[in-house]
């Protein structure tokens, strides 16, 4: 036995003096723990927890960020875009996010684009909800993004209230622009979605967005953390602590947001784990990582691989993805038609 400091004269004499026995009352036979309530009193003792029943499962198809050096499988096409869309609808997705790209394979703000991907898909699912990123980065694609409002082509689109550098991308959102933009959003009908990748744009959303009243509680956030640049999430203890942290910060400034976390970077399924066990909605796809998991490099083979992967995890913990209806009730947004 290692040396060490244990009297055992006097732990003899203690186990000599039990008789080996440990102490034991069972005041409550003839039960030995009932985990629903006691003897003593009515009432139960572990309640369900307040864990929502229904979760909102989105994908993401394919974003602005990667490219096909990043993942041989990322959608690129109008075609791919609307026919990785259209399988994880078929599969049960609850909503899509959309971005399209050009011919070079770049983000782009082009209404026909946009069109030709979300019009065959409401055709098929009446009922379901588009949302997807208006960000104007280059000359024209301010106008470009109020014709596609006026158009009336998707149901949400975020609001990115930060300024990180995106791996060695400086992306920041004016002050003016983010202001314009919101109410541009709200003018045409649809719902902003605050769009955040660090703590401090959660105080950036509550400066600007909330203590100015151009919204009010009850918004739908968009968390998304552990890109590069975006809040760390390096290892296990950083995305709990960091996930932790951000859902409080939001609560906050809040109270009533519902909170859609997305499964980036490497953190990717760990972090829709969490996410889902926390009562949380998550959002899954090839917009937000590469991979299929955080400790390995097996790169995501296509949208509905990520999504099944994250139904599968729901299911594990109890809860139904929402449909499509429900996830326009659950979030207030009217059918696109009546507007």
């Known amino acids: 036995m290692n040396d060490n400091t244990v009297d055992w004269n006097r732990v003899s004499e203690g186990v000599e ?22 003897a003593f009193f009515e009432g139960t003792i572990q309640p ?19 490219t096909r050096n990043a993942n041989p499988n990322q959608p690129i096409t109008v075609d791919e875009i609307r026919e990785e869309a259209r399988a994880c609808l078929l599969e049960g997705a609850s909503a899509i996010h959309l971005h399209v790209r050009d011919d070079r394979g770049y983000n782009t703000l082009s209404q026909e684009r946009f069109e030709a991907v979300a019009g065959p898909l409401r055709d098929e699912f009446p009922d379901v909800s588009i949302d997807g990123c208006y960000v104007t980065a280059l000359d ?6 109020k014709r596609c409002l006026d158009a009336h082509i998707l149901d949400a689109v975020p609001v990115n ?3 990180v550098y995106n791996g060695d ?38 400066r600007y967005l909330f203590r100015s009243g151009l919204l009010d509680a009850g918004q739908i956030w968009c968390v998304l953390p552990g ?9 296990p203890r950083q995305m709990v602590d960091g996930l932790l942290r951000f859902v409080s910060l939001i609560k906050d400034v809040d109270p009533e947001a519902e909170i859609l976390v997305c499964a980036a970077g490497r953190a990717s399924i760990y972090l829709a784990t ?17 991979w299929k998991w955080p400790h390995k490099q097996e790169k995501l083979s296509s949208n509905l691989e990520a999504f099944r992967m994250a139904k599968q995890l729901a299911e594990v913990l109890g809860r139904e993805v929402a449909t499509p209806a429900e996830y326009r009730k659950m979030l207030g947004l009217a059918p696109l038609v009546a507007r």
Request: charge should be negative; charged fraction near 25%.
């Open 169 to 206: 991308s400086l992306f920041a959102k004016p002050v003016p622009l983010l202001l314009e933009k919101t109410r541009l959003i709200l003018e045409s009908g649809s719902r902003p979605i605050i769009a955040t990748y660090t703590d401090a744009d959660v105080n950036n959303a509550e």
């Open 274 to 290: 969490i996410a889902a066990a926390m009562g949380l909605h998550i959002r899954v796809g090839m917009e937000d990582t590469v």
């Open 227 to 235: 890109l590069p640049g975006c809040s760390p999430m390096e290892n």
């Open 17 to 38: 003096r039990a008789k080996g026995r440990m102490i034991w009352k069972p005041y409550g036979l003839p039960e030995i723990i009932d985990p629903e309530k006691s």
């Open 161 to 163: 209230t930060t300024a």
């Open 140 to 145: 024209g694609e301010w106008d470009e993004m």
């Open 48 to 66: 369900p927890w307040d864990v929502p029943d229904k979760i909102i499962i989105q994908p993401a198809i394919t974003g602005a960020f990667f």
